[in-house]
């Protein structure tokens, strides 16, 4: 491990996650090598990880994400924090068993404690395989098939019990953009036909590096959802370089990985919800204000959509359809120069005219 004592302060730590998070300018790359790149997208709600490429990417094919998941390339399932992401097959069957002492933990806490005598997370869970490997399940199927065998478990323990036992995929349509219909979800095991099989942890802290870093144990604990970094951390370390941030912390970080410095010139930029770019790091100074932090974070869990400002969050943003009408709407959080102001509008109409191209009016509704 090599380290200068630098202090990376807050805008450069903005300016090394946004070139990592291909920010700073668009890429041109296939939306899988992407979707590795930025170490998995966060996917809650399905259409997000299309809006978060398309703010990416040149030229991105909407059409690209729904081939990949259609083809089996890409899944959409619980990772990371124990929510659903959007992933390439080698990471899902590589990442999955690094959230199960996530998923066991949950499990414990909220399931195995009220389940009656004699009744385990497994044996629900095993009886729950057939039937999702038969053919793909709602929520609502899956409890009506589980409660004939335990009629007296309510219906939310018994899936939760087989969403922390076994390693599940949503199945397309759900995720696909345009398209509707309910979560259905089958075993990871039937869906790519095998079987999970973990990486190293410290390949995994590696990827998190190179996508979010300069980064904290802490910051790393936190996009992962687990503790307990710092063992992994120390024995990567003899490859990494070291920082402090303005507060002391260590910051750790590959060597070859860009750092642009806090002068590179950051455009404006629109980034949806539940991206990762707010969610990967303890101290989220880096990329958004705690006022604003408190904005966009809602207290029933919804990561609201964000527009960049020379890099940081500075409002936030919804777009609305009636018929054949687009409108995006935009609230920002304070004045912004004509030139800023210019190029979100002229941004917003492009993203109105990719992401909406059958509309044949489009607004976009800056205050």
Avoid at 205 to 213: E, N, P, S
Avoid at 340 to 355: F, I, N, P, Q, V
């Amino acid at each position: 491990m090599t380290g200068d004592g630098t202090v990376l302060d807050r805008r450069a730590l903005n300016r090394a996650l946004l070139a990592r998070q291909m920010l700073l300018r668009r890429e041109r790359m296939p939306a899988l090598d992407a979707v590795e790149r930025l170490a998995g997208m966060q996917s809650q709600a399905p259409n997000p990880p299309y809006l978060g490429l398309w703010t990416r990417l040149e030229d991105f094919d909407f059409a690209e994400v729904a081939r990949l998941m259609h083809d089996r390339r890409a899944v959409r399932m619980v990772l990371m924090r124990g929510t659903i992401h959007l992933v390439s097959v080698r990471d899902a069957l590589a990442w999955r068993p690094h959230t199960q002492p996530l998923l066991d933990a949950w499990a414990t806490s909220t399931v195995l404690a009220t389940l009656p005598d004699g009744v385990g997370v497994a044996d629900i869970a095993e009886a729950a395989r057939p039937l999702l490997e038969e053919a793909p399940l709602s929520d609502k199927e899956l409890r009506t098939a589980l409660a004939e065998r335990w009629p007296d478990v309510p219906g939310d323990l018994l899936i939760r019990a087989v969403r922390s036992g076994l390693a599940l995929v949503q199945v397309p349509p759900r995720g696909i953009w345009g398209a509707s219909g309910l979560a259905r979800h089958t075993t990871v095991e039937q869906w790519l036909g095998r079987s999970v099989e973990p990486c190293a942890a410290e390949e995994m802290l590696t990827r998190y590096l190179a996508a979010f870093g300069p980064a904290t144990v802490r910051d790393a604990q936190h996009w992962w959802g687990v503790t307990r970094l710092g063992e992994v951390m120390e024995r990567l370390a003899p490859g990494l370089v070291t920082f402090t941030d303005e507060h002391g912390r260590v910051l750790y970080d590959l060597p070859d990985a860009p750092r642009p410095g806090p002068d590179a010139p950051a455009p404006v930029r629109y980034v949806p919800e539940f991206d990762n770019l707010t969610l990967s790091h303890a101290d989220r100074a880096r990329i958004v204000s705690e006022e604003h932090r408190k904005r966009i974070f809602t207290v029933n869990g919804i990561i609201r959509a964000t527009v960049l400002v020379d890099g940081f969050v500075h409002g936030m943003w919804k777009i609305e359809r009636k018929r054949k009408e687009a409108t995006l709407r935009v609230e920002l959080f304070g004045p912004v120069s004509a030139a800023d102001r210019k190029a979100l509008l002229e941004e917003g109409e492009r993203l109105l005219t990719d992401a909406h191209p059958e509309a044949t009016t489009r607004t976009v509704d800056l205050v």
